[in-house]
């Protein structure tokens, strides 16, 4: 597991139906690029986060595969449209085979 | 003439040099490029990136992309050592078939945006990005 990573998420607790939210979510990860070499000059492997998710109910609202070029810290935003109370599943799979999850719940009314 | 071996090793190596650099760099982004579309024609459409024109940063460069109507839409930096980027999948429960982040430029470049709309269709945009510090570790 790398070490130091955290996630954070900053989505609504509530919502009209069918309203379009914006997410916005950030974890800390330092996303080495393979490409960069240590002071003996070996390089140092690539150890990123490649895939970010996020679901509501069960629904897929986006699904990102990243690569090194990603920056360090990976951000993303993105619109998702909420049809009935429930749970943002938000989840990021790093190359060493952990799994990072969050999860916001949100209501309709 | 006598050309020496030591010749003909300097004209040989000088010679694949300049054909396979450009070339190399080129024919990856385009085999990246069809390995998305499967050879597929790529039209223009309503598909923008939201881009700095100048990024201060290489290492953090916001980015947008936004393509409606969209189901999958990749990102690639064809000036970066390795160019792709991200690709964003957007499912039925997504707002806009839109995304934000930041990423790494080496170096100032047209970033590519292609995106795979609903009927099967391809469209692509590029912005081009000057990048004053480069963000790939070199």
Known sequence: MASGVKPRVKAPKSASAGEVVTLKTLISHKMETGLRKDGDGNVIPRSIINRFTCELNGNMVVDVTMEPAISVNPYFEFKAKVDATGEFKFTWYDDDGSVYEAASPVTVG | ?????????????GATAMAVLPMRA???????????????????GDISLDAPEIAENGNTVPIGVSAPGAEEVILFAP????PPVATF???PAA???????????????????????????FIQTTATVKVTIGGCGG
């Open chain 2, 89 to 91: 999948k957007f499912g």
């Open chain 2, 95 to 121: 707002g806009e078939q839109a995304a934000s982040t930041r990423i790494r430029l080496a170096k100032t470049q047209d970033v590519l945006a292609i995106a795979r709309m609903a009927d099967g269709s």
């Open chain 2, 79 to 82: 000036g970066n050592p390795t």
């Open chain 2, 1 to 13: 003439m006598k050309i020496t071996r030591r010749d003909a090793v300097a004209m040989g190596i």
């Open chain 2, 26 to 44: 080129m024919a990856a982004i385009d085999e990246l490029v069809n390995d998305f579309t499967g050879g597929a024609d790529i039209g223009t």
